[in-house]
C-alpha cells in the first residue's frame, strides 16, 4: 500500500506550510490517520491524528494551536496546515494510516506509512 505525501519544502521561520497526503481508499475509509515526524538525530514522533469520521482529533504539545490536521473522506486525504514554523519542526513527515478507527498517538497502531515529505524551516 503506497500512501502519496505531499507539500514539505523550505520555509522561514514563522511561515506556513500544508502537508497532503493520499491514500487508498481500501486501507483508510474506516481508519484513523495520522502524521508523524523525524528529526535529524532522532525519534519518529507523533505530530497529530484524526478519527474516521473527523470529529475527533489529537496533537502533540509541541504544535497544539500552530497545527491543524483534517480529512476528505470524499477524496481519501489527510492534510496537515502547519503555521508559526520554527527551525525545531524541520524533519521529515509521514502520514500514515491507523489499524483502528480512533485517533491515537502510537505509532505500533499504524499500519501503512508514506514515503515522508521533508520540511526544513529556516531561522
Known amino acids: 500500500v503506497q500512501l502519496q505525501a505531499s507539500g514539505g519544502g523550505l520555509v522561514q521561520a514563522g511561515g506556513s506550510l500544508r502537508l497532503s497526503c493520499a491514500a487508498p481508499?481500501?486501507?483508510?475509509?474506516?481508519?484513523?490517520l495520522g502524521w508523524f515526524r523525524r528529526a535529524p538525530g532522532k525519534d519518529r514522533e507523533f505530530v497529530s491524528s484524526?478519527?474516521?469520521?473527523?470529529?475527533?482529533?489529537s496533537y502533540a504539545d509541541s504544535v497544539k494551536g500552530r497545527f491543524t490536521i483534517s480529512r476528505d473522506n470524499a477524496k481519501n486525504t489527510v492534510c496537515l496546515q502547519m503555521n508559526s514554523l520554527s527551525p525545531e519542526d524541520t524533519a521529515v513527515y509521514y502520514c500514515?494510516?491507523?489499524?483502528?478507527?480512533?485517533?491515537?498517538?502510537?505509532?505500533?497502531?499504524?499500519?501503512?506509512w508514506g514515503q515522508g515529505t521533508l520540511v526544513t524551516v529556516s531561522s
Open positions: 484524526i478519527g474516521w469520521r473527523g470529529s475527533t482529533t
Open positions: 481508499k481500501r486501507t483508510a475509509s474506516n481508519n484513523a
Open positions: 500514515a494510516v491507523s489499524l483502528y478507527s480512533v485517533a491515537s498517538s502510537a505509532l505500533e497502531n499504524y499500519r501503512y
